[in-house]
């Protein structure tokens, strides 16, 4: 059963996503992600977002439903706080089972309605303080938080249970299975799970960290005691554990993260690996605590985690045809867009002929705000000397960033 009641008018609704898909077309998912919908119930009945029919959402959606003795026919609102398909991909399907429901969402919202799915009728916009009556001594209220995730988020409130429908904010991959509620996971579920709430939150969320803090900010006022988020836990037992997770992610994009080191590599026959071990065996020595992501073996979704959490990077490649190894190319890239901003970085690698890597490195992170130690580029293998001079190179980049 995938229906879990949080009050007597409240009820979380979920399905879970397994595939091969990628999230968003580029973030893997693994160990799925969940896709959590609402049901509130005063005199009027609302739904508080919905999902994407991957791996049949609509009819483990609809089982929980019909537990409630419901239907999609019965719904008078349909609340839609952030317009990205995985919460709205099913809304032709929905319009079809109920042409009444009023679709309600920020007037930026409504124009992604009309124009992701071309519907014109039974649309309003709500303003940010804006209450909605259910009747029955049940009312939501809605506030905007632009940029969590999409221009036209907004969250939505139900006062009587204290719970807070935070959509992609708060939210995490991985699938939930048979329990939402973050007082059903042992603590070892609980670590999985901020593994990829880190994830999700670096991959999707971390270009709007600024409008995380404003969005905390704004809700202040409310006494939450349940966060509803629309992917992951349902947080009622400790709701501001997941608020502050958020809040220290987002305070990376500040302050450059945690003090630690991201190692990012890539080698072609050896020789920028060999140099790097030295690297890592100064870093240890430091007792700085580090981790090790090779390009292109792993996916950048994981590496991109790491990177954003960690103070320090390593970046190690090779030059490859006068430019950068293309690996490290495609990862800094990334990196860019997320705009991993204000790390400490001391790159090295080894060059065959002529060299090339740092013209097009220094280039791809031209805005990033990195500080760089002196860089260390080696013809071939390095020598004695040149391994001598790399592991003083981690050491001197663990010292910095222990401070
Ligand atoms: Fe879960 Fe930005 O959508």
């Known amino acids: 059963m995938k229906m879990y009641t949080i009050s007597d ?12 898909d990628l999230f968003e077309g580029i973030w893997p998912i693994p160990r799925g992600v969940s896709l959590n919908t609402y049901l509130v119930r005063g005199e009027k009945i609302a739904l508080i977002d919905l999902f994407c029919d991957w791996t049949n959402a609509a009819a483990q959606i609809r089982e929980g439903l019909s537990s409630t003795g419901a239907d999609f026919g019965v719904v008078d609102y349909l609340i ?15 319009r079809a089972l109920n042409p009444r429901a009023e679709i309600i969402a920020t007037a930026k919202g409504i124009n992604l309605v009309k124009s992701f799915y071309g519907i014109e009728e039974g649309l309003r916009a709500v303003k940010d303080g804006e209450v909605l009556d259910l009747g029955g001594g049940v009312s939501l209220s809605f506030f905007e938080t632009p940029n969590i995730h999409w221009p036209e988020t907004m969250v939505t409130w139900e006062p009587n249970s204290g719970t807070l429908f935070s959509c992609d904010a708060f939210g995490s991959f991985g699938a939930l299975g048979d329990r939402v509620f973050d007082d059903a996971f042992s603590p070892e579920e609980h670590d999985f799970f901020e593994g990829e709430t880190l994830r999700y939150y670096a991959n999707i969320v971390s270009s709007f960290s600024a ?39 987002a305070s990376y994009a500040r302050d450059g993260g945690e003090r630690e080191i991201a190692v990012v590599w890539g080698s072609m026959y050896g020789n920028t ?22 390009v292109p073996d792993e996916n950048v ?12 990077l390593v970046i190690a490649m090779p030059s490859y045809e006068y430019a950068m190894f293309p690996p490290m190319a495609y990862a800094l890239d990334i990196f860019r867009r997320k705009h991993i ?7 090295i690698g080894s060059r065959g002929w002529a060299g090339g890597a740092k013209k097009e490195y220094d280039a791809a992170v031209e805005g990033l705000k990195w500080t760089h130690t002196e860089a260390l580029e080696w013809a071939g293998a390095p020598t004695a000397a040149d391994l001598t001079a790399l592991e003083e190179r981690g050491r001197e980049l663990a010292r910095i960033i222990k401070g």
Request: aromatic letters at 8%; glycine letters at 8%.
């Open 341 to 347: 901003t204000g790390k400490t970085v001391l790159r």
């Open 9 to 20: 008018a409240v009820c979380c609704l979920h399905a879970d996503i397994e595939t091969t």
């Open 211 to 249: 409008f995380v803090e404003r969005g905390v900010q704004k809700l202040a006022g409310l006494d939450i005691r349940c966060v509803a988020p629309s992917h992951g836990i349902v947080w009622r037992r400790d709701p501001r554990r997941i608020m502050d997770r958020y809040l220290r992610y």
């Open 273 to 294: 690996r060999q140099g790097l071990d030295a690297v890592i065996r100064g870093i240890e020595a430091e007792g700085v605590p580090h981790s090790i992501h090779r």
């Open 80 to 94: 839609l706080n952030h317009l990205e398909p995985d919460h709205t991909g099913w809304l032709r399907e929905f």
């Open 301 to 312: 979704s994981w590496v991109l985690a790491d990177v954003y959490k960690s103070a320090g």
